[in-house]
């Protein structure tokens, strides 16, 4: 079992358009850690975070907030992401999406990722997407009200043969 982290460790910052690659990239080093994919798949999305970072770029620009979490223990290292933003699905069953949360397996079990999803979304009624099979991340969302609604996709690109599934939280 690994040791709850000292107290005070793991921060949440508002994120900087420049800490946004660093970002990416540490989402697609999250993807590595948590999900038993093909290194052919995660090697295309470790390459698309500049492309990613570019885009969430544009997003703070337009007025989006992502959400970081950092690691003060070394060098201020991002270890977690976070963003919400009005619902892009044509039959979204709330306004909000939690578009993304993501730690690295260093901050997983010390409590920031419910501070980080308190701070992303508060306890607003909203949905999200989850990789089907990511039974962690199910149990974390379930703690904090959001229930699978039967809605499912399929996976394009990398991601090919893999479904996601829709999870509410405030109907």
Known sequence: MKPLAEPGRFRIKQA??????????????????????????LDLIEAAATRTADYWQEQVRAGAYFWIVVDTANDSEIVGVSNAAVGRDLNAPTPLELT????LDVAKGSGIADRLLEMTIGDAPAYLWVMEGNDRAVAFYRRHGFELDGERRDMGGALEGHTEVRMVRGL
């Open 16 to 41: 900087a358009v420049e800490q946004l690659l660093d970002a990416a990239r540490m989402k697609a080093a999250a993807w590595r850690e948590t999900y038993p994919l093909p290194d052919e798949a």
């Open 100 to 103: 993304m949360i993501y730690l």
